[in-house]
């Protein structure tokens, strides 16, 4: 079992810049890939970003070029890098843990999930 606890949400001015981590806890001794998805109301879950356990890195034409994920391997955490916020980014993200090293952008490939935090960008 693996526990993911998202942090960093909250309110910011279209332009501005947030970042959100993700810590981990329990079976980190197995071989993951990490992401971040995002849900708007009334719509599906979204692929933002991953990183394969191999370091390498996949994000949506969405935020390409704006948002960047990283991990920090000695504490177990993930970050997402968020620059240039649009309104349209508006949602709850969540992080997630996919057992095997290598994401996907299928949501319901992934094993684990946090409990997601709001992120809202005003025009």
């Known amino acids: 079992q693996v526990h993911l606890v998202e942090s960093g949400g909250g309110l910011v001015q279209a332009g501005g810049s947030l970042r959100l981590s993700c810590a981990t806890s329990g079976r980190t001794s197995i071989t993951y890939a990490m992401g971040w998805f995002r849900q708007a109301p009334g719509k599906e879950r979204e692929f933002v970003a991953a990183?394969?356990?191999?370091?390498?890195?996949i994000y949506s034409d969405s935020v390409l070029g704006r948002f960047t994920i990283s991990r920090d391997v000695a504490t177990n955490t993930i970050y997402l890098q968020m620059n240039n916020l649009k309104p349209a980014d508006t949602a709850v993200y969540y992080c997630?843990?996919?057992?095997?090293?290598?994401?996907?952008?299928?949501?319901?490939?992934?094993?684990?999930w946090g409990q997601g935090t709001q992120v809202t960008v005003s025009s």
């Open positions: 997630a843990a996919k057992v095997g090293g290598y994401g996907s952008r299928v949501a319901a490939l992934w094993d684990y």
């Open positions: 990183i394969h356990w191999s370091g390498g890195t």
